[in-house]
């Protein structure tokens, strides 16, 4: 069937090359259209409870993200101000406050002046009724505006709900505008950070690590594939097909409407990485033919159809490997399932229909220059590469059980990095040391004890009810009694607000009520719910702090002292990072164990020959071992990007031990006295240029600026790295040890 799809292949190649370039055209559009998101709550499923509650904080109370902008005298410059608590600072940042109100989704404004506003009914003046307002307030309250060396302030903006890229570049834009306009002093820095400005950065380093890495990818691929093939234009013949492949991949998903988001950020370089492998190999195996004398129809043929079996093998295997990432509960890992296995299945059409194309239409043009057709010579046939494949297959022939016996000691090492493996899913822990946004943050908890915030959804039929206020009042003094522990500086809810007015919580419901109009107090219009609001430094702590403390505020929550009927529920950013947090820990599991048995059933079905099978099978297991034990030793945490890493290194993995097995059995049948060798020579090189280009498109992912896209370069290197060397050194000592017998007896 493959020599007859071959032929047609072969035929009607400007037929479908034409076909290529219309689609390449149709997705050119589609790029255009394509959008960015950085909204955590569409990396969850909209049914989880968390989510929902999640949800109920912004449509009931309106409760969205806080700006926290960050006033700081940065220098100290002649002609400038010294100390935040100059007037003119102060002013400027009153002038600043006034604008943020004015912006229909903010709801309201903190900051230092208006203190002064509440005191002195004005603005100060001079320094001296600065510090006489500041000398009549207590340490605490001082403590939660201004720094302890006065050089910095902060400015808190409560907006409404609100999600997607475009609301968060809109608020950040809006308020950078803002603090540029209204002129703060010479030595003054102004610097947004908090919820905001974190995803406004996330934001644009996805923008530009998608455009940097696959730009870096296609460089590093090209230079390997000029050096291995001893020519500029004969290493472009498989990388305009990638190049389709790319381009049609990311112009379907601004079609489809799939976002950019942390974890589909990396399809680019994947793609690229993927991709040039299927050419490499097509490639590759047309070069042998040529060199071998066959024509260049007949060259074509054989490489389709040959190589064509294992690559309908490798792109089988691949896909069922991303297909696990699709059965996850994450439409995160959802989305890059489907955009993987489509851009996998786009490069491998490519690779199979316009390679040969090209190279045949290279040759005619070759032949109309110098009046015939050249042998080509590639470096990956000849010289130090060939030489080693061939003194690496004598060696493996020779001695197969002690190559596995020192595979099997490298292993135990990774057994040990297996147990140090973490997760991290906080979006600020995206984004590297050193980032202005981040850096912000650390002086907001260092200097003001966190602007972190846990918000309790408190349900009752009437939250009025003084039983209800009272039960309220007791569950903050818990938490607060516990802030050594959770971290917790400051709480809110309207047993506050009663307890201010009266001093106590009164029996009376109309007192509450009373008190409630007079106070700010959260709470939906039928009273049926309302909020505890719980601030402190949640974001900057370890992850295993961070998730004891999340834990602690679900058990509260859970086993909270409450009138029957009541029920207490912890919602916000921080509270959906820890669930996310949680099902990535749960994914991971089921993606890679969904994934393995995916693959492994591909490969049973393919091949149905159970040594076979194991050959092609372990290495990719190994590889996958290998790789988590690395990320253990190496402190790489598990994170959103991460999760589906086993079940792609798997799908990846195995295609290296099949072209390896498929080869062998090959040169097996035509009774090659020595296809162990043979076969490496064969694809092995093929195998090299593949890992070296693939890992590279990889590798690409280290330029960008964002953590999680290095993590993730590096691991997915790492783990073609490891399968590689699996497959050069189990995959041929299983089939030796297997097939050994029989080898020496067609040798006799």
């Known amino acids: 069937m493959l020599k007859r799809l ?15 370039m219309f689609l390449l055209i149709v997705s050119i559009y589609g790029i255009q259209q394509l959008k960015f998101e950085s909204d955590l709550t569409k990396q969850l499923p909209q049914d989880l409870p968390a989510v929902k509650d999640y949800l109920t904080l912004q449509n009931e109370f309106q409760s969205g993200d806080s700006a926290l902008i960050i006033v700081k005298v940065a220098s100290i410059e002649e002609g400038g101000v010294y100390d935040i608590r100059d007037p003119k600072v102060i002013k400027t940042i009153y002038e600043l406050e006034e604008r943020l109100r004015e ?20 603005l100060p003046e001079n320094e001296e009724e600065v510090r006489f307002v500041l000398n009549t307030l207590p340490p605490e309250a001082i403590q939660g505006f201004i720094s302890s060396d006065y050089r910095t302030t902060l400015v808190v903006a409560t907006l409404t709900a609100g999600s997607g890229a475009q609301t968060v570049e809109r608020i950040y834009q809006d308020i950078e505008r803002d603090a540029n306009e209204v002129n703060f002093p010479k030595n003054v820095e102004v610097i947004q950070t908090g919820t905001i400005g974190i995803a406004y950065r996330i934001l644009t380093m996805l923008q530009s690590d998608l455009n940097r890495t696959m730009a870096i990818a296609f460089l590093f691929v090209a230079a390997l594939l000029v050096y291995f093939y001893k020519s500029v234009v004969r290493a472009m013949l498989p990388l305009i097909p990638l190049v389709f492949g790319v381009t049609m991949t990311l112009g379907f998903m601004g079609l489809l409407g799939i976002p950019m988001d942390m974890v589909t950020t990396v399809v680019g370089a994947m793609v690229v990485g993927m991709g040039i492998d299927y050419g490499v190999h097509i490639t590759n195996r047309y070069f042998e033919e040529r060199k071998n004398g066959r024509p260049i129809e007949e060259a074509a043929e054989e490489a389709i159809a040959e190589t064509g079996k294992a690559l309908l093998g490798a792109a089988l295997t691949t896909i069922a490997g991303f297909t696990a990432l699709s059965l ?7 989305r890059l399932g489907g955009v993987l296995i489509m851009g996998l299945s786009l490069a491998a059409i490519n690779a199979v229909v316009i390679t040969p194309s090209l190279i045949m239409l290279y ?6 220059i110098n009046g015939k057709h050249e042998m080509p010579e590639i470096r990956a046939h000849s010289g130090f590469i060939a030489k080693s494949f061939n003194t690496l297959g004598r060696l493996i022939k020779g001695h197969p059980k002690t190559t596995l016996l020192i595979v099997s000691l490298m292993t135990l ?9 973490t997760t991290e899913v906080r979006l600020e822990k995206m984004i590297p040391e050193g980032i202005p946004e981040i850096e912000a943050m650390k002086d907001v908890r260092y200097e003001f004890g966190g602007q972190d915030e846990v918000d309790l959804i408190v349900k009752a039929d009437d939250v009025r009810d003084p039983e209800v206020v009272r039960a309220i009042y007791r569950f903050e003094q818990g938490i607060l009694a516990d802030s050594h522990y959770n971290n917790v500086f400051e709480t809110n809810s309207m047993a506050d607000v009663v307890v201010k007015k009266y001093g106590y919580i009164p029996q009376d419901k109309e007192k509450i009520k009373e008190a409630i109009k007079e106070g700010e107090v959260p709470m939906n219009e039928d009273y049926s719910m309302t909020l505890i609001q719980l601030k402190g430094n949640f974001g900057g702590v370890r992850p295993d702090e961070f998730g004891a403390i999340m834990h602690y505020f679900e058990e509260q929550a859970k086993n909270a002292d409450i009138p029957p009927g009541v029920e207490i529920k912890p919602a916000g950013d921080s509270y959906l990072s820890y669930v996310l947090d949680g099902l990535t820990n749960q994914e991971l599991g089921k993606i890679s164990t969904y994934g393995s048995i995916l693959v492994v059933l591909v490969v049973i079905v393919l091949f149905r020959r159970p040594l076979v099978s194991i050959a ?23 994170n959103q990007t991460l999760a589906g890493v086993i079940s792609m290194i ?13 080869r062998f059995l090959e040169e097996l049948r035509e009774s090659n006295p020595h296809p162990i060798i043979s076969a490496l020579e064969g694809v092995g090189p093929g195998i090299l240029v593949g890992a070296l280009t693939t890992g590279g498109g990889f590798l690409a992912l280290l330029s960008g600026e964002l953590t999680a896209i290095h993590d993730f370069g590096k691991t997915l290197a790492i783990g073609i790295f490891a399968s590689m060397f699996a497959a050069f050194t ?15 007896g067609e040798e006799k």
Do not use: C, N
């Open 363 to 368: 040759e005619d043009i070759i032949k109309k």
């Open 103 to 122: 912006h229909e989704y903010v709801t309201g404004t903190t900051s230092i002046a208006d203190i002064f506003i509440q005191i002195l009914g004005r």
């Open 616 to 638: 092609m099978i372990l290495p990719m297991f190994l590889g996958a071992l290998w790789t988590v034990g690395y990320m253990g030793l190496a402190g790489i945490p598990f």
């Open 650 to 662: 798997v799908g990846l993995g195995v295609d290296y031990g099949m072209h390896l097995t498929h």
């Open 730 to 744: 189990v995959t041929p000592a299983l089939l030796q040890v297997f097939y050994g017998e029989k080898v020496r």
């Open 328 to 334: 996850s509960i994450l439409p995160s890992l959802q």
């Open 413 to 421: 090492v990774s057994l040990y990095g297996l147990t140090q493996v």
């Open 6 to 20: 071959a032929r047609i292949i072969v035929e009607y190649r400007i037929a479908f090359s034409l076909v290529a």
